[in-house]
């Protein structure tokens, strides 16, 4: 059964720096992109960054600049560095992949979620 396991949420005050970290685990041929998508309450789940399986980053106009994704591909981890962090990236974080399985077709796959709360 694949499994996607974020990591490394929780309350910082504003202008400091989180990582978070997503791992996929189970039996997968390949990863495509993977990313990291945020939702703050009463808003709609929006992307946040990206990286593609040849290392092409994309990022939210929001957090350019301040936000940083990045993967390993033999740990089948991603990760997003935050930094100057601000109250209005308070949200459920939630990574996703593009995935091929052992018995499946290439399918997207979600994490269960992590919350950042920047204070102010």
């Known amino acids: 059964q694949v499994q996607l396991v974020e990591s490394g949420g929780g309350l910082v005050q504003a202008g400091g720096s989180l990582t978070l970290s997503c791992a996929v685990s189970?039996?997968?041929?390949?990863?495509?992109?993977m990313g990291w998508h945020r939702q703050a309450p009463g808003k709609q789940r929006e992307l946040v960054a990206s990286?593609?399986?040849?290392?092409?980053?994309t990022y939210s106009d929001s957090v350019k600049g301040r936000f940083a994704i990045s993967r390993d591909y033999v740990k089948n981890t991603v990760y997003l560095q935050m930094n100057s962090l601000k109250p209005e990236d308070t949200a459920v974080y939630y990574c996703?992949?593009?995935?091929?399985?052992?018995?499946?077709?290439?399918?997207?796959?979600w994490g269960q979620g992590t919350q950042v709360t920047v204070s102010s």
């Open positions: 990286i593609t399986s040849r290392g092409t980053t």
């Open positions: 996703n992949a593009n995935i091929w399985a052992v018995g499946t077709n290439w399918d997207d796959r």
């Open positions: 189970g039996r997968i041929f390949s990863i495509d992109a």
